[in-house]
């Protein structure tokens, strides 16, 4: 798992903070995700990025803020949230983000995330 | 559209019995196929995959799935399970030809009894 480094492992934040959530990538991939995971329910796909350029947001609401300033790091601004956004917040990578590419994604630890 | 089905949310086998979990697909064109394992506190790792040729693709740690166009499935199994393979497997979908976002299927959780 050390391809793929998220921070914080856990984070626990009211309702009108403001965080930010971190995820590295060594493996030298030209792809970054962002995925949120629920208890129940399939892994939802939140944000895609290929070389930096945000190439899919799947109708995310605008409390939650993506960045990737180069190929290796992403991160998830984080603000004003919802308790129902309590979630294992994963990161992943591939070698491309074409969406007919047959590469696998290597995921992170995920950050739990937990809003009161 | 695509979509992916985990009909079992958990599957209970006892240790050195062999392993079934059922995934069926949804695509409109020709499928990739993965296999991903979550064990607690980390995240996703990915097993296996088919894109195309043999129906038969082996991945890691002792585990294969088989590739059924007819049935539109791909079930993962394993000839004798062990109780550290006890786990959240996701079965996820592409469409390799529309060219649309891997679809996970919600998880089935293996467990491996001694």
């Known amino acids: 798992e050390t391809g793929v480094t998220q921070t914080p492992r856990h984070l626990v934040m009211g309702m009108t903070n403001k965080k930010s959530l971190k995820c590295e990538q060594h493996?030298?991939?030209?792809?970054m995700y962002w995925y949120k995971q629920s208890a129940k329910k399939p892994l939802e796909l939140m944000f895609v990025y290929s070389l930096e350029e945000r190439v899919e947001n799947n109708s995310v609401p605008s409390r939650f803020s993506p960045e990737c300033p180069n190929s290796s790091h992403l991160f998830l601004h984080l603000h004003t949230l919802q308790p129902e956004d309590s979630a294992l917040y994963l990161c992943a990578s591939s070698p491309s983000a074409g969406l007919t590419s047959y590469n696998e994604q290597f995921f992170g630890p995920g950050t739990r995330l937990t809003v009161l | 559209a695509q979509s992916v089905a985990q009909p079992e949310d958990q599957v209970n086998v006892a240790e050195g019995n062999p392993l079934t979990v059922k995934c069926t697909y949804s695509v409109s064109g020709n499928p990739y196929l993965f296999w991903y394992v979550q064990y607690p506190n980390r995240g996703l790792q990915f097993l296996l995959k088919y894109i195309t040729g043999d129906n038969l693709v082996k991945g890691s740690y002792g585990f294969e799935a088989e590739f059924n166009k007819s049935q539109t499935s791909f079930h993962l199994k394993k000839p004798s399970a062990l109780v550290s393979d006890s786990a959240l497997y996701f079965c996820a979908v592409r469409d390799g030809q529309a060219g649309t976002a891997l679809i996970f299927g919600k998880g089935t959780t293996l467990s491996v009894s001694s």
């Open positions: 493996l030298g991939h030209n792809a």
